[in-house]
């Protein structure tokens, strides 16, 4: 009898965590992998979008340079005096370094935010994965508890009927 009741005590034990149905569980999952998704989108479509502005400051600044020099070509870019910049190879290669420094930042931003992007974007697949792991711990687990408990209701009533005989 007594071996009968560790045998008793350890079944409850591993069919006490198992008693309720995993749907509440897995329902609940499914609600956080929607989520996740969700987040993922959002966060694409925000980084789609900060890319494409920096993209268009970068257009903006060649647009910039080209209308400097089309002003100064033209006579019409006037320097702190009034007087009209002339237009030569010391003031378009500054010219280019103060635009060319302008694009190489905005391209390091552009840099920066596609790997932070990457870094969020794998952070959020692996916490889907982890969701979908979970679901399936709680299904096995599930399945497990209801063999277990199976069994334990054969061995009961394969007992009860050995000492009802």
Not at 60 to 72: C, G, H, M, T, Y
Not at 100 to 115: C, H, K, M, P, V
Request: proline residues 2%.
């Amino acid at each position: 009898m007594h071996a009968f009741r560790k045998q008793l005590v350890l079944s409850l034990l591993l069919i006490l965590p198992g008693c309720a149905t995993p749907t509440a569980t897995v329902e609940l999952i499914g609600v956080a992998k929607k989520t996740l998704a969700s987040a993922s989108q959002v966060r694409q479509n925000s980084h789609e979008r900060i890319v494409q502005q920096y993209q268009a400051q970068q257009k903006a600044l060649d647009a910039a340079f080209d209308a400097d020099v089309r002003l100064v070509a033209a006579g019409e870019l006037k320097n702190a005096d009034g007087e009209p910049i002339p237009l030569s190879a010391d003031w378009i290669v500054a010219a280019r370094k103060g635009y060319s420094a302008a694009r190489d930042l905005l391209s390091e931003q552009i840099q920066t935010e596609q790997a932070a992007h990457t870094v969020e974007q794998d952070n959020l697949a692996a916490a889907a994965e982890a969701l979908r792991m979970a679901e399936e711990l709680t299904i096995l687990q599930w399945n497990v508890s209801e063999r277990i408990k199976q069994q334990f209701l054969k061995l009961t009533k394969q007992k009860e009927a050995d000492h009802g005989e």
